[in-house]
């Protein structure tokens, strides 16, 4: 009986082993945390008195940049904070919020998104909080209405794991602007400017008076070649048209290094954009079809600048269906 008890514990002892080595292998689930740790460097960069940006780094969003390759600019008055745009995830959002900290003791207040593009907009998680205005433009009501929202953010879930995650959350404005809105805070003057649909229908820009700074999104691109995927390319350029007569000294642009010289970044943007479109209309206008349109069209103007390869042929393609789309309308028109 002693010897079968002996072989049994044994046998047991075992087996309980072999568990407890399995259980141990076995992958656990580490729960995430709704602002997790970044790697990628954030410096803070003066452009002016009361004016500060940080630069995201070249190239698409991706896990070696962290999602980090967007920009966003905070403005530092007496009476508090001025923040434009805030990033594409809410880790980076979060470190932006600690390097303002680290800037001024002055409370951010207001926050400012140029356009619901996640790459800009969701860092915006780490300033919820009572007392910031969260302002966008109205047209984001309609953004917000679509399926599109929780499309990109189960996108944004598997591509950039886990900087956004099951804890990530689309957050809507708590001002929605009309075409053009001024305000004061700590002596200084903004003015907030609709400049859609060019870059996409909600598209803002930020002046700030006294710097002769311009916060400008994506509507200008600097050294690189824009994304048009989502824009209307013929009101894009008309919308640049309301650039220069601001005269501004520095243009802290979307995406890539600020401005000093903004006759010569906007006749980059701009003369990239006009000769997309006039290249599309001639086309359309012909009869011709994208695909052709595309081979035949002469690209080397702007083949070596940042960004071309990436975005080049959507953005022709987009710039076909806007010339389609304003031909279909005019016929429209005229049947009435």
Same mark, same amino acid.
């Given at each position: 009986m002693?010897?079968?008890r002996?072989?049994?514990?044994?046998?047991?002892?075992?087996?309980f082993s072999?568990?407890a080595?399995?259980?141990d292998?076995?992958?656990?689930?580490v729960a995430?945390?709704?602002?997790?740790?970044? $790697?990628? =460097?954030? #410096?803070?960069v003066q452009?002016? #008195?009361?004016s500060?940006?940080?630069q995201?780094q070249a190239?698409?969003? %991706?896990?070696a940049?962290e999602?980090?390759n967007?920009?966003?600019?905070?403005v530092?008055?007496?009476?508090?904070?001025v923040?434009f745009?805030t990033?594409?995830?809410p880790a980076? +959002?979060?470190?932006?919020?600690r390097l303002?900290a680290q800037?001024t %003791?002055?409370p /951010?207040k207001?926050?400012?998104?140029?356009?619901y593009?996640?790459?800009?907009?969701?860092?915006?998680?780490?300033?919820?909080?009572p007392?910031?205005g969260i302002?966008?433009?109205?047209?984001?009501?309609d953004y917000?209405? &679509?399926d599109?929202?929780a499309?990109?953010?189960?996108?944004?879930?598997?591509?950039l794991?886990?900087w956004?995650?099951?804890k &990530?959350?689309?957050?809507?404005p708590?001002r929605y602007?009309?075409?053009?809105?001024?305000?004061?805070?700590?002596?200084?003057?903004f003015?907030?400017?609709?400049?859609?649909p060019a870059?996409?229908p909600e598209?803002?820009?930020m002046?700030v008076e006294? $710097?002769k /700074?311009l916060f400008a999104g994506?509507?200008v691109?600097?050294?690189?070649? =824009?994304?048009a995927? $989502? +824009?209307?390319?013929?009101?894009?350029?008309?919308?640049?048209?309301r /650039?220069?007569?601001?005269?501004?000294?520095i243009?802290a642009?979307?995406h890539g290094?600020?401005?000093t010289?903004?006759?010569?970044?906007?006749?980059?943007?701009?003369?990239?954009?006009?000769y997309?479109?006039?290249?599309?209309? #001639?086309?359309?206008d012909?009869g011709?079809?994208?695909?052709?349109?595309?081979e035949k069209?002469d690209?080397?103007?702007?083949?070596a600048l940042?960004a071309?390869?990436?975005?080049?042929?959507?953005?022709a393609?987009?710039a076909?269906l806007?010339v389609?789309?304003?031909?279909?309308?005019e016929a429209?028109?005229g049947r009435?």
């Amino acid at each position: 009986m002693n010897r079968r008890r002996s072989l049994i514990g044994l046998l047991a002892l075992f087996f309980f082993s072999q568990f407890a080595a399995a259980a141990d292998a076995a992958p656990t689930s580490v729960a995430s945390r709704e602002f997790e740790d970044v $790697d990628v =460097p954030m #410096a803070v960069v003066q452009v002016a #008195a009361h004016s500060y940006y940080v630069q995201g780094q070249a190239g698409l969003v %991706s896990t070696a940049n962290e999602g980090f390759n967007s920009n966003a600019g905070f403005v530092v008055t007496s009476d508090g904070v001025v923040v434009f745009d805030t990033l594409g995830t809410p880790a980076l +959002g979060m470190q932006l919020r600690r390097l303002i900290a680290q800037t001024t %003791s002055q409370p /951010v207040k207001v926050v400012v998104l140029s356009h619901y593009h996640s790459d800009h907009f969701y860092g915006v998680q780490a300033f919820q909080r009572p007392g910031v205005g969260i302002w966008a433009h109205a047209l984001v009501r309609d953004y917000l209405a &679509t399926d599109a929202p929780a499309a990109r953010l189960a996108e944004r879930r598997s591509s950039l794991s886990p900087w956004v995650n099951d804890k &990530t959350r689309i957050v809507a404005p708590t001002r929605y602007l009309g075409e053009d809105t001024t305000f004061a805070m700590g002596g200084l003057h903004f003015r907030v400017m609709h400049v859609g649909p060019a870059h996409t229908p909600e598209d803002l820009m930020m002046m700030v008076e006294e $710097d002769k /700074v311009l916060f400008a999104g994506d509507l200008v691109f600097a050294g690189r070649v =824009p994304f048009a995927a $989502d +824009g209307n390319v013929g009101s894009w350029i008309e919308s640049l048209g309301r /650039v220069l007569p601001l005269k501004p000294r520095i243009i802290a642009t979307g995406h890539g290094p600020y401005s000093t010289d903004a006759v010569a970044d906007l006749t980059q943007t701009h003369d990239y954009l006009a000769y997309l479109h006039q290249a599309m209309k #001639a086309a359309f206008d012909d009869g011709v079809d994208f695909e052709t349109a595309y081979e035949k069209a002469d690209w080397s103007r702007f083949a070596a600048l940042p960004a071309f390869e990436a975005a080049n042929r959507r953005n022709a393609y987009q710039a076909y269906l806007n010339v389609e789309q304003d031909a279909l309308l005019e016929a429209k028109q005229g049947r009435r």
